[in-house]
Each structure stands twice: as structure tokens, then as C-alpha cells.
């Protein structure tokens, strides 16, 4: 069966520097693409979708534009250099723009971008940030892991709960309920490594790995002492 699918006709609509013009087919992941005209008198083919939530605003001229006034990076006018925030910007583009990072492959290999205001101006970004409770020592975390990295897809958070986040996140299901590995550990009061290293390393059934008791340090030791003489005996039989 050939499923057509419908996308949102936003021909002739205006989007800050960018006017719709016409329907331009898809990408390979299928989303729309529209023709636009922008008001530098310049077009562009751009995602309607990052037209709608803001993510693109012009043909490239926005950008052009910053950097010959000298403060796309914010590293000089704006004295970001050196500050950890910085450092947090610095990395976000870099793994959404350079294929020699080692992350790009799951962020911009998968289309992850940065938002032209934030990608454009360090100043905007900090802005943001400091508006949006940052405080050091937080990570910054897209809401929803598909998305892009604009100010309505991103949030403070802490390492730990960003895990929960991450595309690559272990899952565990027991009846109905499901919930992380980390969530999971935490739940039943485990440390999440013996729970990874139960199920992955050892092949443990998940409600096996998830409601053993772990040993104690002295029942640890008195099982190693013990399985060392069961196998001294086998030895000595054979």
C-alpha cells in the first residue's frame, strides 16, 4: 500500500529574512523542503520545519553579516573565552558542524543543528543560558533527542539525568513498566554498573539482574575463597 503523506502548506508565509515561495520536495528522512526568497534579494531551500520554530531565519546573510562586524564567534568582542559557558557553546557547535569530532556522527551526522542566532553569536547563547538557569556545572540538554538545539528544545540539567536522555540509553521492561537502566538502579537501590555489567557481561535475565540482592564484601570474599578451593579440589582429583 503507497501512503501519501501531507505536509503543511506555508507557500507565501513570512519567516523573519525568508519568504515560502514554493514546495521543493523532501530530504532523504522525508520532511518537507520549501524554495524561499530572502530579503538580501538571495534564496535558499530550508526545512519548513525550521522555518516554522525559528531555527533558520535568513539565506546565510544573518551570519555573513556577524561575522564581518566582527563578532560571530563572541570569542573577542564579548570576552566569552575562558569561561566554561563558553566552552559548553564552543563544543555544542563543534559536534553539530565538524566530521573530524568524534560525536558529530550523533549529532550532526544524524542533522543535528544549532539554531542561527545561537550558532551566529556567543552573547545570544549566554544570554539565554543565564536567563534559563544555568549554573556551573550543569549540561545542556535537548528535550526532545531528535531535535535541534534552539532555545525551546533545550534546558539545564544535570549529567545523570541527561543519561536518561540519550539516545543510546538502556531500556528495561518488567510487565508494564518501563524504565531506564539508571532509573531502574536508582529504584531498587543498585549501583547502575552492577546492573549493566548483570545483564550485558554476565547474561543475566533482566527481573534476575534487577532483584538479586548485590553481596556483601565479606559474602563477596567467602564466595571467591570458596569457588578458589572447589577448583584447587577439581585439580588435585583429576
Same mark, same amino acid.
Not at 564552543?90 to 557547535?93: H, N, T
Given at each position: 500500500m503507497i501512503t501519501i503523506r501531507k505536509y503543511l502548506d506555508i507557500k507565501d508565509e513570512q519567516f523573519d529574512n525568508l519568504k515560502a515561495v514554493a514546495f521543493a520536495g523532501t530530504n532523504k528522512h522525508g520532511a518537507a523542503l520549501w524554495f524561499c526568497e530572502c530579503s538580501c534579494g538571495s534564496s535558499a531551500i530550508v526545512l519548513g520545519s525550521k522555518l516554522r520554530n525559528g531555527h533558520t531565519k535568513s539565506c546565510g546573510c544573518l551570519n555573513r553579516e556577524r561575522k564581518?562586524?566582527?563578532?560571530y564567534n563572541g570569542n573577542y568582542k564579548h570576552g566569552g573565552k575562558g569561561e566554561k559557558l563558553y566552552e559548553v557553546w =564552543? @563544543?555544542?557547535?563543534r559536534r553539530c558542524s565538524s566530521p573530524s569530532t568524534k560525536s558529530y556522527k550523533n549529532y550532526g551526522?544524524?542533522?543535528i543543528t544549532v539554531c542561527e542566532e545561537w550558532d551566529a553569536d556567543y552573547s545570544a547563547f549566554k544570554e539565554w543560558a543565564l536567563c534559563s538557569g544555568y549554573i556551573e556545572g550543569l549540561t545542556i540538554d535537548r528535550i526532545n533527542n531528535d531535535g535541534d538545539y534552539t532555545p525551546d528544545n533545550c534546558r539545564w540539567t544535570t549529567y545523570k539525568i541527561q543519561n536518561n536522555n540519550q539516545q543510546n540509553t538502556i531500556k528495561l521492561k518488567v510487565?508494564?513498566?518501563e524504565k531506564s537502566l539508571h532509573e531502574w538502579a536508582d529504584f531498587i537501590g543498585i549501583n547502575p554498573m552492577t546492573l =549493566?555489567?548483570?545483564i550485558s557481561k554476565s547474561g543475566w535475565g533482566i527481573e534476575d539482574a534487577l532483584f538479586t540482592k548485590p553481596l556483601s564484601? @565479606?559474602?563477596?570474599?567467602?564466595?571467591?575463597? @570458596?569457588?578458589q578451593a572447589a577448583l584447587r579440589e577439581r585439580q588435585g582429583a583429576e
Open positions: 564581518r562586524c566582527g563578532n =564552543y @563544543s555544542m557547535r551526522g544524524r542533522g510487565g508494564d513498566v =549493566y555489567n548483570r564484601f @565479606s559474602e563477596a570474599v567467602q564466595k571467591r575463597y @570458596s569457588n
